[in-house]
């Protein structure tokens, strides 16, 4: 069956550019988190949807990151005016209902951003 | 001090060995625990959740130890295929649905 989709799956920007990456969440799946992942690190949390409710962006870096999920389906990552810190890969993962804190997650393959 | 704390390894084994590897955590309020596994290049996957009763999946094995704050995966008869980096994952207090991951242990299994 489908899993979780990601795109564009390599995005190269400059300095200063706005980039939106896309994520297409399981069908059915309540939950979806955004995660940043840095080279030889794991993924930090960036912020989580139930739904259409962004119940937790804690994990934004500063506020030129943005994310939705308008529908409750398919969410959005912004970034206005990238720096180069923000090359990371972006992992997006989504899961069912289940018992609080023990749902699996399942990732996409991540969008590889690069900021020149 | 990070909120999960894993050695990075790399872990150097031959074929049919067992090894393992720990992964510490600071909330001593944390309520769920994962292994994940990480190909290079690759999205996480999940290997296997950490029960207190500690849980075993094959050549897996997988345990919580409250009192030392810490959870340890066992892998027995390596097979090369299991070369890959494995991501500690510890959930918050109260059902908490903030995962926060370790940075992981490389592992290479060589003929």
């Known amino acids: 069956g489908a899993g979780v989709s990601q795109s564009p799956r390599y995005k190269v920007a400059k300095r200063g550019q706005d980039v939106a990456l896309r994520c297409d969440p399981i069908?059915?799946?309540?939950?979806l988190f955004w995660y940043q992942q840095a080279l030889g690190q794991g993924p930090e949390f960036l912020t989580y949807f139930q739904n259409e409710a962004q119940l937790d962006k804690s994990g934004l870096p500063s506020d030129r990151f943005f994310a939705e999920r308008p529908e409750g389906s398919v969410s959005t990552l912004k970034i206005q005016r990238t720096q180069q810190e923000d090359s990371a890969v972006y992992l997006c993962?989504?899961?069912?209902?289940?018992?609080?804190?023990?749902?699996?997650?399942?990732f996409g393959p991540g969008t590889r951003l690069l900021v020149l | 001090r990070k909120e999960v704390e894993q050695d990075p390894g790399p872990f150097n084994v031959p074929e049919g060995a067992t090894v393992a590897f720990n992964c510490t955590y600071s909330?001593?309020?944390?309520?769920?625990f994962f292994w994940y596994r990480q190909d290079c290049r690759k999205e996480p996957k999940l290997l296997m959740s950490?029960?207190?009763s500690g849980n075993e999946d094959g050549r897996f094995t997988a345990q919580l130890n409250r009192a030392s704050q810490y959870i340890s995966l066992l892998i027995r008869d390596s097979k090369l295929s299991d070369s890959a980096t494995y991501l500690c994952v510890v959930n918050g207090p109260g059902g908490s649905y903030i995962p926060t991951f370790g940075r992981g242990t490389s592992l290479i299994v060589h003929p």
């Open positions: 950490v029960y207190s």
């Open positions: 069908s059915g799946h309540v939950s």
């Open positions: 909330n001593s309020a944390s309520q769920s």
């Open positions: 993962a989504s899961s069912s209902p289940g018992m609080r804190g023990q749902e699996t997650q399942y």
